[in-house]
């Protein structure tokens, strides 16, 4: 965690990344646009820290994979703070993921491979109270919302969606119980839930429809 304690004023951006490596790549693109004071966090502790002390006006936040450990990152910094803009950078692109996002309390959803300028736009418009959608991912929802198909993954329910990326990367229904704390059976029917809604026979086809969704850690 940077040393925040000598700002003359409290940070603008706050990076809570996991990846020393991540948070100094933005910080320096960040610090060459000028402008900026930047904190940096690597887990959801050192944030609250941060902002109880110097609240900053936007976090950004890595999402990690899969993208539910963001979302219950989103969920946890929620839980101490209503006021701070929260910035999503995921490894998707996919509409789905944007709007989950939204729904548990972020306030922007971007691709990392956003250009260095397009986020320095992003940053400024959430720190002026408004919210960001990348241009890609807000056409993907205009036109999902006028469309009569119906997104089978959007209609899983949070516990559904997680369950699916875990099985997508893998994992074993033992695993995911172990993880989640849940029972091996309700992991288990879970399971059979998602296969249904998604209408597919088993873990294999999930994986794939996680691929083409571009889940990050799918196919690994």
């Excluded at 890609?136 to 929802?141: E, K, S």
């Excluded at 559904?160 to 893998?170: C, Y």
């Amino acid at each position: 965690m940077r040393d925040f304690t000598s700002m003359q004023r409290n940070p603008d951006i706050l990076l809570l990344d996991d990846q020393t490596v991540v948070r100094a790549g933005i910080a320096r693109l960040l610090a060459q646009a000028g402008g900026f004071v930047i904190a940096e966090a690597g887990n959801v502790e050192e944030a609250r820290q941060i902002i109880q002390m110097r609240p900053p006006k936007v976090v950004v936040l890595g999402l990690a994979a899969p993208p539910s450990h963001g979302f219950e990152t989103v969920r946890k910094l929620r839980e101490f703070t209503q006021d701070v803009r929260i910035l999503i950078l995921s490894d998707s692109e996919d509409d789905v993921f944007a709007r989950r996002a939204m729904k548990v309390g972020a306030n922007g959803f971007a691709s990392k491979r956003i250009a260095p300028e397009e986020l320095i736009g992003a940053l400024k418009l959430l720190m002026k109270g408004q919210n960001y959608l990348s241009t890609d991912i807000a056409r993907r929802i205009a036109n999902s919302a006028i469309s009569d198909e119906v997104d089978p993954v959007e209609a899983l329910s949070n516990r559904e969606f997680e369950i699916f990326e875990r099985l997508a990367r893998g994992q074993s229904v033992a695993e995911i119980a172990a993880d989640l704390n849940l029972s091996s059976k309700t992991v288990a029917n879970h399971r059979l839930a998602v296969l249904k809604k998604l209408g597919v026979k088993n873990t294999v086809e999930l994986a794939h429809i996680s691929f083409r969704r571009g889940l990050p850690g799918s196919g690994e």
